[in-house]
């Protein structure tokens, strides 16, 4: 088993930044992509970005050049730096852990993001 538990979330301007942390504990050694999914009221979950132990990254195109995912193996820990941030980036953010046979979530942290 692994458990996630983000960090970082709250409420800022339009244009602002923030930056979220996600640190997994237990069976970390099963763990190959880690990444960050939102969802915003009424909408499906949806991917943010992703990286994998390799450090191989993927985005969503509506956060390419304004986010950036990073990993830092040896503290089992994922941050997503979230810069020129806007209304609809508003959303629980989830942080993911996915492993050969296994899918692993943490309970959400919210981003508000007024205009």
């Known amino acids: 088993q692994v458990q996630l538990v983000e960090s970082g979330g709250g409420l800022v301007q339009a244009g602002g930044s923030l930056r979220l942390s996600c640190a997994a504990s237990g069976s970390t050694f099963s763990i190959n992509l880690m990444g960050w999914y939102r969802q915003a009221p009424g909408k499906q979950r949806e991917l943010v970005a992703r990286?994998?132990?390799?450090?191989?990254?993927d985005y969503a195109e509506s956060v390419k050049g304004r986010f950036t995912i990073s990993r830092d193996n040896a503290k089992n820990t994922v941050y997503l730096q979230m810069n020129s941030l806007k209304p609809e980036d508003t959303a629980v953010y989830y942080c993911n852990a996915q492993g050969s046979y296994s899918l692993y979530w943490g309970q959400g942290t919210q981003v508000t993001v007024s205009s």
């Open positions: 990286i994998s132990s390799g450090g191989r990254t």
